[in-house]
Every structure is written in structure tokens, then in C-alpha cells.
């Protein structure tokens, strides 16, 4: 269907390819929301536990890759594609219009129209009704002289128009509306270049409501967090029933607005993996020549290898960041925003990890405690990164706590590897590895967290995770 909507001819659905003088859809969103919509039910396959022929992610890929990031625009609009998606799929989970959107919807939409007039019918038929002088009404009445059956009958049937008419109002405007409203512009070749059929369509396609995603990026900060203890009036077994407990040392940041860097370090290293199997940072430091900091990613658990290196990344934050101009240094906004955001992910959504969310749970249980135990006494960040210089000793990796890993991998970072101790090559170093970790720990299989996430607002490893679904990106084996 969606092939279709790209080879119309209606000014609806041109673009400034096109040769329109006025183009209906200058930036493709028409076309991109119904591509979106093709993909949403294949995504919807893989919550049915089916897989997908290795033709269909070819052919996912070639679109991708060779259509939609080959553009000038193509980071932004491969991501507004997979939002439309992961809307639709939201819909298709938390609301009805899966089931509305069906053969003769339309029919019973009107049905529904006539019972809301029936019901301001009856609700003005019932006060006049009472206010009539000789009326033989002997309910209860208030002091006014209402009547007080009259009154709450009214309320209930007034607040049910109000939803009603609110729940058409967001239907109307949903983007099934839209694909459907497209999909019949598209099919009926009368209704290209009816003005006022398209101007209908394109004020409906043009409202945006609410959705499922603010493009946020959650964070934390192991080293500023760790110390954290919640209140007992929170966490304890009566709050349990209501409540998610907090555990120690999770005392989530501030979120921060998804930088459009950000978008285009991922697809653009996703564009570049010919190869099409996800690696967990190994790759990055063999291409720059430091490949002897493998050791940090190859511990017993991904959990583990994550907080090693955001414990290193955050010392290098706080000792390499001075001299930077830190509005112009996108690595250094990569590095640290993917860093804080799989920490993020470690703390607070160990079941979209690749590890099991016990064993995470339980890493990032212990890696709390060990950092109490060894910042024990220090009073500010200063203490502590003098505490992590003071204690490094290089001893065997094998006998280290995660915070000691992290304290070794930040000085080896800070003092220079291969000679290269320029700050902006550090970053671009932990930029291309937190760039290639976080699409390594995206195809998860817990297909049922990434669902319930999206009514929790939705997750940025929740987009990537679809988008890596479509093209048939696999992780390489674990060491």
C-alpha cells in the first residue's frame, strides 16, 4: 500500500522533488506516516514471537540505508519514522482504535453521534420537564427547588457526553485517521485535485497531539548517586502494594532533550556497519589503535562493562573537560549522554539489558555497596577523584571491584594511551564506544518490557530496538 503512496500523483502527496509549484507534503510526512504504518505490523509480528525471511530485512535495510539516510535530512526523518511507528503500536496495545479503524468504523461513528444528540435530548427534555408549573414531579428537591434525581441524572449524562465527544475528538485527529483519510485519497483518483477534499485532509494530517515519546534522554551518575538512600517513608512494605521500591544509590538526573548529535553518531555508525552484527565497543577500539583497553569489555556481565566504562567516563568528565569548549565538542556530548543514559538504563530498566534483570539487579546491588565502602570519608567529588588516582594501583583486573575497573580505565584515559593524550581525541575515542555499546544492547528480547515502556513514556533504546528489528542487525557472540 505504502508503494502506492508514493507514486500518487495528487498534490496532496507531492513533495519539493516534485515538479508542483506548491507541494502538499514538502517534507515526505504524509509518506513517511503511512511507511510507518507498513512497518508497525511487521513490528507487530515480533510481539507474536514470529520471525521475518532474511529477504524482508534486506529489503528493510535498502530502504533505511539507501533511501531514507542517504538524505540530507535523513538522521531526523528515519527517527520521525520510527516514532509514527512505535505510536501506532502504543494505540495498538493502550487504546481501541486498532479495532475502531475497521470496515464500516465510519457507521458505527454515526450511530454514536446519534446517541450523544439522544442524550442532550433527554437531559434537556428532563429540566424542562421539571421546571414546568404544573408539573406532578414529587422527587426529592434541593433548596434551589432542582431536583436532586434530576440533577445527578444530568451531571452523569453530561459527563459522558463530554468523553464521548473528547474520545471522537482525539480519534478523529489519531494518526490511524490519517493513514486511513491518505489510503482513500490515494485509492479514489476523483479525490485528487478536489481542493476541498484536500484541504480537508491536510488540516487533519497537520494537528499534532500528545504522544507516547518526548524525545527525552533519562540520566544518572553513578559517582554522584551512589551515596543515595531513600526515605523509609517510601520504601517500605505498605508503600510496596502502590509503589515501585527505590533501591540504594538510584537517584535518577535530570533528563535531557535527545541532541540531534546524538541521533546522528547512532545511525551514522548503524549506516557504516557493513558487517551487520553489533559488537560491544571492541570494534571502535581497535579502530583507533587502544585496543588494549579490551580488557574493559570483556568482564563476566555487560552490566559490569557498562558501569566500568561511565565510571571512567565520568572521571574523564570531571579531569579532561576543562580545556574543551564544551558547546562545540560532540563527542563530549555523545560520550557523556549515551554514558549516563545506559547507566540510566542499568539502574533503573535492568530488563531491557542484554544480561538477565536479576543479574543486574544484583551487579549494580553490588557495585553500590563497593563504592560506598570505597569512597568511604570523602567528602565532595573532589575526594573522590583523588581517591580514585590515590588508590589505582594496576593490579589484576580479576581482583578488582567494578569501581576500581572504572578508576583504572579512567586514569589509563586521562594519562594517555599510545601517546595520545589531546582531550578532543579522548572523546571522539569514547564517543564511537558508547555509540557502538548502546546499538550492541538494543535488540533485546524482552519484547514485553519495551511495550510496557511505551506507556511509561516511551525509551530511546526502544527506537533503535524496531529500527534494528526491521534491518536484521544481530549482537556477535559474547566473550
Known amino acids: 500500500m505504502w508503494q502506492e503512496v508514493w507514486n500518487c500523483g495528487g498534490r496532496l502527496l507531492s513533495s519539493n522533488e516534485d515538479t508542483h509549484k506548491k507541494p502538499g507534503d514538502p517534507q515526505n510526512k504524509l509518506k513517511d506516516m503511512c511507511l510507518s504504518f507498513a512497518l508497525f505490523k511487521l513490528l507487530r509480528l515480533r510481539y507474536a514471537s514470529y520471525s521475518l525471511p532474511q529477504e524482508a530485512h534486506e529489503n528493510a535495510w535498502k530502504l533505511i540505508c539507501d533511501g531514507l539516510l542517504s538524505q540530507a535530512d535523513g538522521y531526523e526523518r528515519a527517527f520521525r519514522v520510527v516514532e509514527v511507528e512505535l505510536t501506532f503500536l502504543f494505540d495498538f496495545f493502550y487504546t481501541k482504535y486498532g479495532i475502531i479503524f475497521q470496515p464500516g468504523?465510519?457507521?458505527?461513528?454515526?450511530?454514536?453521534?446519534?446517541?450523544?444528540?439522544m442524550g442532550i435530548w433527554a437531559t434537556t427534555s428532563l429540566l424542562k420537564h421539571h421546571n414546568r408549573p404544573n408539573s406532578n414531579c414529587r422527587l426529592t428537591t434541593m433548596p434551589n427547588g432542582l431536583s436532586v434525581d434530576i440533577v445527578v441524572t444530568s451531571v452523569m449524562i453530561i459527563s459522558f457526553i463530554i468523553m464521548e465527544l473528547m474520545q471522537f475528538f482525539f480519534m478523529c485527529f489519531s494518526e490511524w485517521a490519517k493513514v486511513l483519510w491518505i489510503g482513500k485519497y490515494v485509492l479514489k483518483k476523483s479525490w485528487q485535485g478536489?481542493?476541498?477534499?484536500?484541504?480537508?485532509?491536510?488540516?487533519?494530517?497537520?494537528?499534532?497531539?500528545?504522544?507516547?515519546?518526548?524525545?527525552?534522554?533519562?540520566?544518572?551518575?553513578?559517582?554522584?548517586?551512589?551515596?543515595?538512600?531513600?526515605?523509609?517513608?517510601?520504601?517500605?512494605?505498605?508503600?510496596?502494594?502502590?509503589?515501585?521500591?527505590?533501591?540504594?544509590?538510584?537517584?535518577?538526573?535530570?533528563?535531557?532533550?535527545?541532541?540531534?548529535?546524538?541521533?546522528?553518531?547512532?545511525?551514522?555508525?548503524?549506516?557504516?556497519?557493513?558487517?551487520?552484527?553489533?559488537?560491544?565497543?571492541?570494534?571502535?577500539?581497535?579502530?583507533?589503535?587502544?585496543?588494549?583497553?579490551?580488557?574493559?569489555?570483556?568482564?563476566?556481565?555487560?552490566?559490569?562493562?557498562?558501569?566500568?566504562?561511565?565510571?571512567?567516563?565520568?572521571?574523564?568528565?570531571?579531569?579532561?573537560?576543562?580545556?574543551?569548549?564544551?558547546?562545540?565538542?560532540?563527542?563530549?556530548?555523545?560520550?557523556?549522554?549515551?554514558?549516563?543514559?545506559?547507566?540510566?538504563?542499568?539502574?533503573?530498566?535492568?530488563?531491557?539489558q542484554p544480561d538477565r534483570p536479576l543479574f543486574a539487579e544484583y551487579e549494580?546491588?553490588?557495585?553500590?555497596?563497593?563504592?560506598?565502602?570505597?569512597?568511604?570519608?570523602?567528602?565532595?567529588?573532589?575526594?573522590?577523584?583523588?581517591?580514585?588516582?590515590?588508590?589505582?594501583?594496576?593490579?589484576?583486573?580479576?581482583?578488582?571491584?567494578?569501581?576500581?575497573?572504572?578508576?583504572?580505565?579512567?586514569?589509563?584515559l586521562v594519562n594517555g594511551i599510545n601517546g595520545i593524550g589531546d582531550e578532543e581525541m579522548i572523546w571522539k575515542i569514547l564517543a564511537d564506544f558508547w555509540v557502538e555499546l548502546m546499538l550492541y544492547v538494543a535488540p533485546s528480547d524482552n519484547v514485553k518490557a519495551h511495550a510496557e515502556h511505551l506507556a511509561k513514556g516511551g525509551e530511546f533504546v526502544t527506537h533503535l530496538w524496531a529500527l534494528l528489528f526491521h534491518v536484521g542487525f544481530e549482537r556477535k557472540p559474547s566473550y
Open 105 to 117: 468504523w465510519l457507521l458505527i461513528e454515526l450511530m454514536e453521534l446519534m446517541g450523544i444528540a
Open 194 to 352: 478536489n481542493v476541498w477534499i484536500e484541504k480537508m485532509i491536510e488540516v487533519i494530517c497537520g494537528v499534532q497531539l500528545l504522544k507516547p515519546w518526548e524525545q527525552k534522554l533519562h540520566q544518572y551518575s553513578f559517582l554522584k548517586s551512589y551515596f543515595y538512600k531513600s526515605s523509609w517513608l517510601l520504601n517500605n512494605a505498605i508503600m510496596a502494594v502502590f509503589i515501585d521500591q527505590t533501591r540504594d544509590g538510584q537517584k535518577q538526573g535530570s533528563s535531557i532533550k535527545l541532541p540531534i548529535e546524538v541521533k546522528e553518531a547512532v545511525l551514522g555508525a548503524l549506516k557504516g556497519n557493513y558487517s551487520r552484527k553489533l559488537d560491544n565497543g571492541l570494534t571502535s577500539l581497535r579502530k583507533h589503535n587502544v585496543f588494549q583497553l579490551s580488557w574493559a569489555c570483556q568482564l563476566e556481565t555487560q552490566t559490569q562493562v557498562i558501569l566500568v566504562w561511565h565510571i571512567a567516563t565520568s572521571f574523564c568528565e570531571q579531569r579532561k573537560s576543562e580545556g574543551l569548549d564544551l558547546t562545540r565538542c560532540t563527542n563530549f556530548l555523545v560520550a557523556t549522554s549515551l554514558s549516563k543514559y545506559l547507566a540510566y538504563s542499568v539502574a533503573f530498566a535492568p530488563w531491557l
Open 364 to 412: 549494580f546491588n553490588l557495585a553500590i555497596i563497593e563504592a560506598k565502602k570505597f569512597f568511604r570519608g570523602c567528602k565532595g567529588m573532589e575526594n573522590q577523584l583523588e581517591k580514585m588516582e590515590k588508590e589505582y594501583d594496576g593490579s589484576s583486573m580479576h581482583e578488582e571491584t567494578v569501581i576500581k575497573r572504572g578508576s583504572r580505565l579512567g586514569n589509563r
